[in-house]
């Protein structure tokens, strides 16, 4: 395999995917297809009904973007996945070149980044409403909100250009197959020829950025929580302020857990397959559960959501109307 990739390879990648299973790959096609398709209905879903809110809070707003990242961030992976596995040609992988492969990790970390910022911004959004309430329609105004989305966006950007550049100036003299489904930051540094620990400088400096910014704010923002909580003498007004910021706690828990597990580690202990396996967790099951998080544990978007299916459905033909009153 390695002397296939190289000789027929010299301008781009080999991406195994899931060839070495062919007898699982129809089974593995089905589950990935659906598993999509029902993320890509949630997240759609989502922003259909908050576009349907007259007056959106600025929560909406934010839980807006998280779906259009969401979206975003798995129709950068998923798709190409579910295009090889449904090939049976392509025994023994699938060839992307340099260029499509830097743009898919470019988009994959810009958009992974921007994610880790939105819910820094998320975190803030709570921290007002719960600790200054009396001063959150004055300090979160959607002009706000607009110039913290551009900013998480910008950010990811940033990050993930300059970790892009790196990478792909490092040498690949060896082999050019990735033993994974997408072109991963950790796939393509575990073919780099370099021996030093230099070439994990970008990673360990984009992780800098990206996980412990915005956790720190992030953690921040819930110790001032945490501590108004405590001062509260009412249990129920305790458990209203806790309960609006349980799902953001869940979705953070998710992003930053894969993430840490993904990416701060040294490049010795990265285990392709097992890596693999990880990853196809977090492209395809966290950004399914992250619609139904939010719709569920969110009063405002569940009630905005029953809306929008309230209009979707057949209306009652007018003669049966009559004869039931």
Not at 89 to 102: E, Q, T, V
Not at 192 to 197: K, L
Request: charge should be positive; charged fraction near 10%; hydrophobic fraction near 50%.
């Amino acid at each position: 395999m390695d002397s296939l990739s190289n000789a027929t390879m010299p301008w781009g990648f080999l991406l195994q995917g899931f060839s070495e299973f062919p007898h699982l790959r129809p089974a593995l096609f089905l589950l990935l297809l659906a598993v999509h398709l029902a993320t890509l209905s949630g997240n759609l879903l989502i922003l259909v009904a908050v576009a349907s809110v007259p007056s959106r809070p600025p929560m909406l707003l934010f839980l807006c973007q998280l779906s259009s990242i969401e979206l975003c961030y798995t129709l950068v992976v998923v798709p190409r996945s579910l295009a090889d596995l449904a090939s049976p040609s392509l025994s023994r992988g699938s060839p992307i070149s340099f260029l499509g492969c830097a743009v898919q990790m470019h988009l994959f970390v810009a958009l992974g980044g921007a994610e880790c910022f939105l819910l820094a911004a998320m975190a803030y959004d709570r921290y007002v409403a719960i600790c200054h309430p009396l001063r959150y329609a004055a300090v979160v105004t959607p002009g706000l909100c607009a110039r913290l989305a551009l900013a998480c966006c910008l950010g990811g950007l940033m990050v993930s250009v300059g970790l892009t550049v790196a990478v792909f100036h490092l040498p690949f003299c060896g082999s050019r197959l990735l033993v994974h489904f997408f072109c991963d930051i950790t796939a393509l540094l575990h073919l780099a020829c370099t021996r030093s620990y230099t070439d994990e400088l970008p990673l360990l400096g984009a992780c800098l950025v990206l996980l412990l910014l915005p956790s720190m704010l992030i953690l921040a923002s819930y110790g001032a929580i945490a501590a108004v909580l405590r001062r509260l003498r009412s249990p129920e007004g305790r458990r209203k302020a806790a309960s609006t910021c349980a799902s953001h706690l869940v979705v953070t828990f998710l992003h930053y857990g894969c993430a840490t597990f993904m990416y701060v580690r040294p490049k010795a202990s990265y285990s392709p397959r097992r890596d693999r396996t990880v990853a196809l967790v977090y492209t395809n099951i966290t950004p399914l559960l992250y619609p139904l998080i939010y719709s569920l544990r969110n009063r405002e978007i569940t009630a905005a959501i029953r809306r929008v299916l309230g209009r979707w459905r057949p209306s009652q033909p007018q003669g049966q109307s009559l004869c039931q009153h």
